[in-house]
């Protein structure tokens, strides 16, 4: 059964489509069965592995306004073990067109349902907003990841996506987990990088995880090759991050299943 997880923070530019790209790509490269959902109009988890968003027959869309089957959007990766719902800029328009929709915000969820059984995980790239489509992610999803990157106002709204988080559990999913914060672009020599990481584990504490995402030319620049880093260079601190934060990932959800 798929652990679905994901991967949100309202600011834009925190990390979110490179966290689920090279997550993704770690957890495969771990030999974990994985699915991203690109569930950002943008379509940037879609360009970033390599898929020309412009060429594509379905994309999650279809499956959230035409009830189209998930199973004829999937895409296979460069990546062994890596799958893609694609996404492209009719997404936009979603938000709109879901809104008369009985049980709006469980669209995304009864989606997913017939892939749980396939997948170890499902990692949703969701939109930087509070929107519908993250309502349905969240809906959807057993934890998330929240990016924070390490740089000024990187605390700014993050009480306004807990309260969403609450919220959610409160009305939609009682079983959302905060899976963690991450620190994502991080410069140990900046001393604002270490003031707000030191704030982040301060006010977060044991949801914070061990592995911070370094600030790294080669994941800057995979995306523009349609690479997740581990294939564009295998030796990239940022390859060797996102491998330590899958494993940190695979060692967390372990422990629980031996708790029970």
Known sequence: MARIISITNQKGGVGKTTTAINLAASLAALEKKVLIIDADPQANATSGIGIDSRQLKSTIYDCLIDGKDPEETIIGCEVENLSLIPSNIDLVGAEIEMLERPEREKILKNIITSLKNEYDYILIDCSPSLGLLTVNALTASNSVIIPVQCEYFALEGLGKLLNTIKIIQSNLNPDLEIEGFLLTMYDSRLRLSNQVAEEVNKHFQQMVFKTIIQRNVKLSEAPSFGQPAILY?????????????ARELIEKAE????EV
């Open 233 to 245: 260079d295998a030796d990239s601190r940022g390859t060797v991050n996102y491998l330590n934060l």
């Open 255 to 258: 422990a629980k299943v031996n």
